[in-house]
Structure formats: structure tokens, C-alpha cells
């Protein structure tokens, strides 16, 4: 049977996932500050990892909070409401259309970043409010303490990918893993990664000027030339040093590759993946 051409050209995909936790952190007795989760809404997926900040104390607190907040916002962002930049009327002269595409994708981007922006902000304001960490002054004790609040409790990387029908986006903040087929972006800040949170760190406490801080780095792909994808915190990097990264896809159960993956030692940091993979 020929399926009708508005549904022949939609293809599913498959999510899967895994965390672990790295030998390091087994050997000095540290919880796993990583963080995982998909949701997949009406053939969309959703997909999350974060990575808390390996000195701040408490920061698998932040990961799962924030790397929660993130993924349920996503669904609600409405995003099939936008034109895909990817189905401009071809017959626009070239210079024209990828200009169109542009100013399309640049929508979407700033949306998506103001949207996650704003829900972080908001989370982090309800906390430091309910626990009177109000800044009042740059000499207060309640500055310090909400800055030591964030740095413990709060700063996390954050990497999420969304698969539309036709179009998809995928964003990150500090340092991660993002593949897109076969090209692979290892996200290094030196050790330093520029965490959204520090926006909510008063000015003059902040090591680096806050112009220095990047916040997200948002794309926009065709789901059409897409095959697959993976979104990682940086525990994965012993994957890309080994060239190794294709044995993410193609899995039944990922978790199960990441604890045989754990057994041989590869892992020395929590490492943290979601797969996508059109079927």
C-alpha cells in the first residue's frame, strides 16, 4: 500500500539514554552530579542532560532541578507554531531564501533561549526568596551567602535537543558532547564552564566579566538530513578521544552499553547520553 505523501514523509524516532557514575567518583565516595531524562510528546522528542559543577558541594541538587525545569518547559514552548526555516518557498532567488532561512532560525533560537532564560531565572529567584537570600547591598551577608547558595547548590551545564516533524534544535550551555550524524562537538571551556546561573550571581562577586560568559549556543537542523543524534555531558569524552562514539547508536538498551562501558574503566567522570535515532 503507497502511504499518502503527507505521511510518507514523517519518520519516527527513537530515544534512549544512560547515566553512570564515574570511577573518580566512586573512589572519593561523591554522589553523581549528572543528569538524564527524554520526553517524548505526540511523536516529538525531548531530550535533557545536565552536569553539576564538580566543586560546588551539593550541585546534583541544581542538575536535577534545573535539567527538570528545562525538559517539561520544552513540550510547552509550541515550537511546531513556527515556520520551519527549512520549507521557504524554493523558487525565492538563493541569496533570498537563505536569508529568509536565517531570520528564521534566528527566531526560533532567541524564543527557545529566552523561554529556558526565563524559567531558570525564575526557579532560582522562588529558591533564594523562600530562603531569604536576598541581595541587599554588595557588602551584605546576604549577598555572600546567596552567591555560596548558587555555587553549591546550583551551577550546572545544559545540553537538550528537540526532534520536531521538520525541523530540530539543539542547545547547550557550558561544556557537553552534541553529535549530529557524524559530526562530533566536543564543548570544552578549559575547566571553567560559562553556567547560566552565574546571571543570577551579583556582578561583583563573578571571577570573569559577565561579556566573557557565552549562556546558550542554539542550532537549527532539517529533520530531513538528520539521521541521528546524541547530546552527552562531558563524561563522554573518553568516547571521542577513542573514536569510539559510534557504539551510542544502534543499541537496544544504552544503559546496558554504559555499565559494560563502566566495568572496562572508560568512564573516570559521571557520564551522561541521550540518543536519538530516526527509524
Given at each position: 500500500m503507497t502511504l499518502p505523501t503527507e505521511f510518507a514523509k514523517v519518520s519516527s524516532w527513537k530515544m534512549n539514554k544512560a547515566m553512570i557514575v564515574g570511577r573518580d567518583?566512586?573512589?572519593?565516595?561523591?554522589?553523581?552530579?549528572?543528569?538524564?531524562?527524554?520526553?517524548?510528546?505526540?511523536?516529538?522528542?525531548?531530550?535533557?542532560?545536565?552536569?553539576?559543577?564538580?566543586?560546588?558541594?551539593y550541585t546534583e541538587v541544581g542538575a536535577c532541578l534545573i535539567g527538570n525545569a528545562v525538559l517539561r518547559l520544552l513540550p510547552t514552548l509550541n515550537l511546531q507554531s513556527f515556520n520551519s526555516p527549512f520549507t521557504i518557498d524554493t523558487t525565492y532567488e538563493p541569496e533570498l531564501r537563505q536569508e529568509m532561512m536565517n531570520v528564521s532560525k534566528d527566531q526560533i533560537c532567541q524564543f527557545v533561549d529566552n523561554q529556558i532564560r526565563s524559567t531558570v531565572y525564575a526557579l532560582i529567584e522562588v529558591l533564594t526568596r523562600n530562603l531569604q537570600l536576598y541581595t541587599i547591598g554588595t557588602d551584605s551577608k546576604n549577598m555572600v551567602e546567596k552567591v555560596k547558595f548558587i555555587n553549591d547548590y546550583l551551577l550546572t551545564t545544559i545540553v537538550f535537543c528537540i526532534v520536531l516533524r521538520d525541523f530540530i534544535v539543539i542547545g547547550s550551555c557550558g561544556d557537553g558532547v552534541i553529535i549530529v550524524n557524524d559530526d562530533i562537538s566536543m564543548i570544552d571551556q578549559s575547566g571553567s564552564p560559562h553556567y547560566l546561573m552565574y546571571d543570577n550571581v551579583p556582578k561583583e562577586a563573578l571571577q570573569s566579566p559577565p561579556s566573557q560568559l557565552q549562556g546558550f549556543n542554539i542550532s537549527i537542523y532539517d529533520t530531513n538530513a538528520i539521521n541521528k543524534i546524541a547530546i552527552g555531558t562531558d563524561g563522554l569524552a573518553p568516547l571521542v578521544e577513542n573514536n569510539t562514539t559510534h557504539e551510542l547508536f544502534g543499541q537496544h538498551r544504552l544503559q546496558r552499553k554504559f555499565n559494560i562501558l563502566s566495568n572496562q574503566k572508560v568512564f573516570f567522570d559521571d557520564a551522561a547520553c541521550v540518543t536519538f535515532e530516526k527509524v
Open positions: 567518583h566512586v573512589m572519593f565516595k561523591v554522589n553523581r552530579q549528572d543528569f538524564c531524562e527524554t520526553i517524548e510528546d505526540e511523536g516529538d522528542c525531548y531530550g535533557v542532560v545536565c552536569d553539576g559543577c564538580g566543586s560546588g558541594a
